[in-house]
């Protein structure tokens, strides 16, 4: 019988059962995984939120599975057909494949040729040549034709008994699961440029010939070729054999397909009219089925990566060292139309607005310089945000000629992302904020927040609209939504939020909230002033006992009436603390922050049945540092200045930037070009890495030289180890399968130097 699915669950996660049964029951009863993770340790047996997200993943899936499962056994036992066996390979099927290859014989269908030939009385045909090879087919056929049931002549006949060995061949499942792996292990994945599309598809131009194993090729490079053959200008075919493989002869999967069956080429009648069968079954059904699955199942391992990454690069985006509280200038930089000023106090709010034109074509430098210094004096601004798009460094130069000017103001700037920004102003969101604003002015907005707090800010934008994804608008959108919000969940709430201060879209992302509960939140808090303690949320409409639950511990309070309100303990545990208040005689103001008293309780002495040494040994971390933040500290990239463009760059140079992009195969890194460069993975350390994230993450501000500038294709090929020889760029098509073997040459060896960055650079970066 089928093993329950927590006992699956458990076997594929290397926990015990009860871990998973806890979990399920927590998950049914509504508990989001962050609130899981953090406040009931205990229950979980320390389930992490990466486990814990794998387990909710998994546990639609399977019962997803349980479900189809039912609905096959019973299709199948209502056509009186649910023989033991089968029925015990149906409850021994663990993934979907198996189970449709099993009632694939079963599954209703539309007419077939094969089940015309049985009506027409064919089958007993099929049989006998099967059978036995030696009758001739001719002969044998003749007493099968019949004129009234469509069987006009003996080749009719014949026919009728091929269709239906064909099916039946087809639709043997332990010979489509041999077929599938042979295929999946043995294919190959070929492309060519279609004719004339040469020039239109230059972008492909590293797979107008390209050809290399199904199961090995790389996300990114699998994404690259099914773009091209979706914008027409690359074929691409799954392949079993050498192109110049003569047609007459039989494949070895065609010869797997005759063994199953007992066919072989002995010389006798109907052998080559069975092998002529097993060549059509082959190549006019299964393959033509197996090669739509395979390079499916291939695209859904490269959706699957892609979004990984995605959501790798996300995570650390959001969780970026903030710049803090901090009146801020964010300037949209931009050439005919000017830049866009916005000016924020510390808590973002908006306090004015400017549009100045320093570059072409009214070039008014020196009175930009004035009205930037008039605007940092007036609101005391301490920051100058500039966003990286058009004409980012000309502003980026503007903002350094303020600096020196005012050098009281003691002002610093920074160049941050744009992404996302031009998205965010024309939102609905935007302009509910800011009604009489200029969309334009709204996007300056955008990146001076982005800069005091990344996560607030962006938590506003679609993450998809973010810009740290590879192929991001050809994988499955439903599947990168649901990830990518899985993340931004996770992100805000290992932050926390102020309660009294969070916008409606930071809120919403908190555990047990949605739109409407935040937005409820925020008009209570607008009609009643600020909120004095967790419980008071209780009186907003429509939030209960259950949603306080899962909200309240990410749910902060500063200058509260009680202390613990400004940290991550969770209301319901309060009782632990008030057990320390005593037992030490101590209040909780003095206990908050006291290290070394901290240091010298026992976490077993607090203990009960309710709250065991996890969830105490949490609030003992959480009493030593109240609230912490655990994004990390802020730092900044400096420009190198006259460098500003790619003919500025030389081969040889070393350039601090910032990394803004992580995919499988390298970093991208903006050193102020205007065209982010690349370090390949093999080029980010002197060790061997199989993945770049252990090494660098979006946000990082780094080191690196520059290797090779192709100024004509916008490419920029960099290393971060500082020792390699100028020149020495890896030619990584982006990423040929021996790539990774070569990482150790240091510096590289003349087989892989000098080489152009490959065409998939530009592709991968979306552009």
């Given at each position: 019988m089928l093993k329950s699915i927590a006992s699956r669950l458990a076997t594929e996660l290397a926990v015990r059962e009860a871990q998973v049964t806890a979990t399920i029951n927590l998950i049914d009863e509504g508990a989001t995984v962050p609130f899981i993770a953090r406040y009931r340790k205990e229950v979980?047996?320390?389930?992490?939120?990466?486990?814990?997200?794998?387990?909710?993943?998994?546990?639609?899936?399977?019962?997803?599975?349980?479900?189809?499962?039912?609905?096959?056994?019973?299709?199948?036992?209502?056509?009186?057909?649910?023989?033991?066996?089968?029925?015990?390979?149906?409850?021994?099927?663990?993934?979907?494949?198996?189970?449709?290859?099993?009632?694939?014989?079963?599954?209703?269908?539309?007419?077939?040729?094969?089940q015309i030939a049985r009506e027409a009385g064919l089958e007993p045909l099929a049989d006998s040549l099967l059978a036995d090879p030696t009758q001739v087919p001719e002969t044998l056929a003749a007493g099968y034709v019949d004129a009234d049931k469509g069987v006009a002549d003996a080749k009719a006949a014949l026919d009728g008994a091929r269709a239906i060995l064909i099916e039946r061949f087809a639709e043997d499942a332990a010979l489509l699961g041999r077929l599938r792996d042979k295929l999946w292990n043995e294919g190959e994945l070929a492309a060519v440029v279609i004719a004339g599309k040469e020039q239109e598809g230059a972008k492909f131009a590293d797979y107008f010939a390209h050809r290399e194993p199904l199961k090995s090729t790389p996300s990114h490079r699998a994404l690259a070729l099914l773009r091209g053959r979706n914008e027409g200008i690359l074929s691409v075919a799954l392949k079993y054999q050498p192109d110049e493989t003569p047609i007459t002869q039989r494949s070895a999967y065609e010869e797997l397909i005759a063994a199953q069956f007992g066919?072989?080429?002995?010389?006798?009648?109907?052998?080559?009219?069975?092998?002529?069968?097993?060549?059509?079954?082959?190549?006019?059904?299964?393959?033509?089925?197996?090669?739509?699955?395979?390079?499916?199942?291939?695209?859904?391992?490269?959706?699957?990566?892609?979004?990984?990454?995605?959501?790798?690069?996300?995570?650390?985006?959001?969780?970026?060292?903030?710049?803090?509280?901090?009146?801020?200038?964010?300037?949209?930089?931009?050439?005919?139309?000017?830049?866009?000023?916005?000016?924020?106090?510390?808590?973002?709010?908006?306090?004015?607005?400017?549009?100045?034109?320093?570059?072409?074509?009214?070039?008014?430098?020196?009175?930009?310089?004035?009205?930037?210094?008039?605007?940092?004096?007036?609101?005391?601004?301490?920051?100058?945000?500039?966003?990286?798009?058009?004409?980012?460094?000309?502003?980026?130069?503007?903002?350094?000629?303020?600096?020196?000017?005012?050098?009281?103001?003691?002002?610093?700037?920074?160049?941050?992302?744009e992404a996302g920004a031009s998205v965010y102003s024309a939102s609905e969101l935007a302009a509910k904020e800011f009604p009489e604003l200029d969309v334009s002015l709204r996007g300056a907005v955008s990146i001076a927040r982005r800069l005091q707090d990344p996560l607030a800010e962006l938590v506003k934008?679609?993450?998809?609209?973010?810009?740290?994804?590879?192929?991001?608008?050809?994988?499955?959108?439903?599947?990168?939504?649901?990830?990518?919000?899985?993340?931004?969940?996770?992100?805000?709430?290992?932050?926390?939020?102020?309660?009294?201060m969070a916008s409606v879209p930071l809120l919403t992302r908190i555990s047990g909230l949605n739109s409407t509960l935040a937005a409820n939140i925020v008009a209570h808090r607008d009609a009643n002033g600020a909120f004095k303690s967790r419980k008071e949320l209780l009186k907003v409409s429509r939030l209960g006992e259950k949603t306080f639950e899962q909200a309240a511990g990410f749910l902060r309070i500063s200058n509260g009436d009680n202390p613990l309100d400004a940290s991550s303990v969770h209301p319901e545990a309060y009782p632990v603390v008030e057990q320390i208040v005593s037992k030490t005689g101590r209040a909780v103001k003095q206990i908050v922050g006291d290290s070394i008293f901290i240091k010298g309780l026992r976490a077993s002495d607090y203990t009960d049945e309710r709250f065991g040494l996890p969830t105490v040994m949490d609030i003992l971390k959480e009493l030593d540092k109240p609230g912490r933040d655990p994004r990390p500290e802020f730092k900044t990239a400096t420009f190198q200045?006259?460098?500003?463009?790619?003919?500025?760059?030389?081969?040889?140079?070393?350039?601090?930037?910032?990394?803004?992009?992580?995919?499988?195969?390298?970093?991208?890194?903006?050193?102020?070009?205007?065209?982010?460069?690349?370090?390949?993975?093999?080029?980010?350390?002197?060790?061997?890495?199989?993945?770049?994230?252990?090494?660098?993450?979006?946000?990082d501000v780094v080191?690196?030289?520059?290797?090779?500038?192709?100024?004509?294709?916008?490419?920029?090929?960099?290393?971060?180890?500082?020792?390699?020889?100028?020149?020495?760029?890896?030619r990584s098509g982006a990423g040929r399968s021996d790539t990774n073997r070569r990482q150790n040459a240091k510096p590289a060896s003349a087989d892989n130097s000098g080489g152009a960055m490959a065409a998939a650079f530009a592709k991968l970066r979306g552009k």
């Open positions: 979980t047996g320390g389930l992490d939120d990466t486990q814990l997200r794998l387990l909710a993943e998994r546990l639609v899936y399977l019962r997803e599975l349980d479900d189809r499962r039912v609905t096959i056994l019973k299709s199948i036992a209502e056509q009186e057909k649910l023989t033991p066996q089968l029925e015990s390979a149906l409850y021994a099927a663990d993934n979907k494949t198996t189970l449709e290859d099993l009632y694939l014989p079963y599954k209703p269908k539309r007419r077939t040729k094969a066919i072989k080429d002995a010389g006798r009648a109907a052998d080559k009219w069975l092998l002529d069968g097993v060549r059509l079954c082959w190549r006019a059904k299964i393959f033509l089925s197996l090669e739509l699955e395979l390079v499916s199942k291939l695209k859904d391992a490269a959706d699957a990566e892609a979004i990984k990454v995605f959501a790798a690069n996300l995570h650390d985006l959001l969780l970026a060292a903030p710049a803090g509280p901090r009146a801020t200038i964010g300037l949209d930089p931009g050439l005919r139309t000017g830049v866009k000023v916005a000016v924020v106090d510390n808590t973002g709010k908006l306090l004015d607005t400017a549009t100045i034109y320093p570059h072409e074509p009214r070039r008014d430098w020196e009175r930009s310089v004035a009205i930037l210094g008039a605007l940092a004096h007036k609101h005391r601004v301490e920051l100058v945000a500039i966003g990286n798009g058009t004409a980012s460094r000309e502003t980026d130069k503007l903002a350094q000629d303020v600096i020196k000017a005012f050098p009281q103001l003691n002002l610093t700037k920074i160049v941050v992302s934008i679609d993450p998809k609209s973010i810009g740290v994804g590879q192929y991001q608008h050809d994988v499955n959108q439903s599947q990168l939504a649901k990830s990518l919000d899985a993340v931004v969940e996770d992100c805000v709430n290992a932050v926390g939020v102020d309660v009294n200045d006259g460098v500003e463009s790619l003919k500025d760059l030389q081969p040889g140079m070393v350039l601090e930037g910032v990394v803004t992009n992580v995919a499988n195969f390298g970093a991208f890194v903006d050193i102020g070009v205007h065209q982010d460069g690349l370090v390949h993975i093999s080029a980010l350390s002197n060790k061997f890495i199989d993945d770049p994230r252990k090494v660098v993450k979006a946000g080191k690196v030289k520059v290797l090779e500038v192709d100024v004509s294709r916008k490419r920029v090929a960099l290393t971060m180890r500082l020792d390699d020889e100028v020149g020495t760029a890896v």
